[in-house]
């Protein structure tokens, strides 16, 4: 476990455009790690790349979590942009509430590889929206770029990637690793 916490430790310091600036949010986030991700049918730009936009319905939760506040779009801080609005941060957790049913129910870390149907979507440190509520979990639209590697450029076809979404999951949230 210690080298999984490592790895993504690692794989969060490499996920800048800017200089990054890794730091513990406290209160509520959005956790899009075991998370899968579909089109929206728009861009968003990272570093003035367009990258192809994707959503996440991430479970919210409260706590201590890690952000790279020059990372995604957070613009230096942890402060939300209000009421409505959360940031996917990154916490481990052994156990995260997972569609469709919302149990919290175990989400190993485990990696893959893109394919040219099959890629990963970026979610750190990105805006997401209060959505839903699944029982006693609270989720939120997030909204990231499809295949960025984390410092604003494509990831090819071939990349290795970490996620905690299922294996049947189609472009999980994740990161490439280095």
């Given at each position: 476990?210690?080298?999984?916490?490592?790895?993504?430790?690692a794989t969060a310091a490499l996920s800048a455009?800017?200089?990054?600036?890794?730091?513990?949010?406290?209160?509520?986030?959005a956790l899009c790690a075991a998370s899968a991700s579909r089109p929206t049918n728009r861009?968003?730009?990272?570093n003035g790349v367009d990258f192809p936009e994707?959503?996440?319905?991430c479970p919210i939760?409260?706590?201590?979590?890690?952000?790279?506040?020059?990372?995604?779009?957070?613009?230096?801080?942890?402060?939300?942009g209000g009421p409505e609005q959360v940031w996917s941060l990154?916490?481990?957790?052994?156990?995260?509430?997972?569609?469709?049913?919302?149990k919290y129910a175990p989400a190993p870390y485990r990696s893959g590889v893109t394919t040219a149907q099959n890629g990963i979507a970026n979610m750190?440190?990105?805006?997401?929206?209060?959505?839903?509520?699944?029982?006693?979990?609270?989720?939120?639209?997030?909204?990231?770029?499809?295949?960025?590697?984390?410092?604003?450029?494509?990831?090819?076809?071939g990349t290795k990637f970490m996620t905690q979404a299922p294996t049947s999951s189609l472009y999980p949230v994740g990161g490439p690793l280095p």
């Open positions: 476990m210690r080298k999984l916490i490592l790895a993504a430790a455009q800017a200089e990054p600036q890794l730091k513990i949010c406290t209160g509520e986030y861009a968003i730009t990272v994707r959503v996440a319905e939760l409260r706590g201590p979590a890690i952000a790279d506040v020059n990372g995604g779009n957070m613009k230096g801080s942890c402060a939300s990154f916490a481990v957790r052994e156990k995260i509430p997972q569609a469709p049913s919302w750190f440190s990105f805006t997401c929206y209060r959505a839903k509520r699944h029982g006693a979990v609270h989720t939120a639209y997030c909204y990231g770029p499809e295949n960025e590697n984390l410092k604003g450029a494509v990831v090819p076809v």
